[in-house]
């Protein structure tokens, strides 16, 4: 999983994936995972007591929770990062902070000399 997340925040379980082999003598299972997860070092086998029955979303109850859709496994080391939004400032001792809204979504407070260049700042 990504570094820098909390992972109280991840969830539990990802999923489902279709298995494609199982070995009853040694209760393992091998799921066809996605490139994402592959490309990560995720290794397709695991043990049955790591595994669980998916049961799909009750949309009625919690309309829009597909765990999959609103969780990222972190973004492509290509991706370009751009700021959407300088948002506010603090002063932290002699030094000024500006909270800047990234177009990934994120929100992190930046020093004046991360952000001096920047064409949102003027």
């Known amino acids: 999983m990504p570094k820098?997340?909390?992972?109280?925040?991840m969830p539990k379980y990802?999923?489902?994936?279709?298995?494609?082999?199982?070995?009853?003598?040694?209760?393992?299972?091998?799921?066809?995972?996605?490139?994402e997860l592959v490309q990560r070092r995720i290794?397709?086998?695991?043990?049955?007591?790591?595994?669980?029955?998916?049961?799909?979303?009750?949309?009625?109850?919690?309309?829009?929770?597909?765990?999959?859709?609103?969780y990222d496994f972190g973004n492509d080391k290509n991706t370009k990062w751009q700021v959407s939004e300088i948002s506010a400032h603090r002063w932290v001792g002699a030094r000024v902070e500006f909270q800047v809204q990234w177009n990934l979504g994120?929100?992190?407070?930046?020093?004046?000399?991360?952000?001096?260049?920047l064409q949102k700042l003027d």
């Open 4 to 9: 820098g997340r909390a992972h109280k925040l």
């Open 106 to 117: 994120d929100t992190t407070w930046e020093s004046y000399t991360t952000c001096k260049e």
């Open 14 to 35: 990802i999923g489902p994936y279709p298995v494609t082999e199982s070995d009853p003598s040694t209760s393992t299972y091998t799921l066809e995972l996605p490139e």
């Open 43 to 70: 290794h397709p086998k695991f043990y049955i007591s790591r595994l669980r029955p998916y049961v799909a979303n009750d949309d009625t109850r919690f309309p829009g929770r597909e765990a999959n859709t609103f």
